[in-house]
């Protein structure tokens, strides 16, 4: 069952990990513009057309009809590839790169 916890939340976008039973399948994020939405998803490269329309279904019956159930549009850019990592200027934790260590590798 695909399931989607929050990560980030602001005024007009929000993003999400894609779940699939526990399993990290992908990533969307939202930005409310207006009467449309617009949606980032990224998933595996391996994921096949049926697989990215059943996570498009979901991001919009479980998300963008909960944000807006009037919108005129929901627009989905997809990317399909692998995680390469998380990225900030803080000292890095276990699966944190700072900026910092980035010429270091």
Sequence with gaps: MISFDREVRTPHSETYTILDDGEIVGRVDLHLQGPNI???????????????????????????????????????TVWKGVPAGVYGDAEAGDDTISLGELGER
């Design 38 to 76: 617009h949606a980032t998803l990224c998933t595996t490269p391996d994921a096949s057309d049926d697989r990215v329309r059943e996570l498009i279904d979901a991001v919009d019956e479980q998300l963008a009809m909960t944000a807006d159930p009037f919108r005129e549009d929901f627009i989905v």
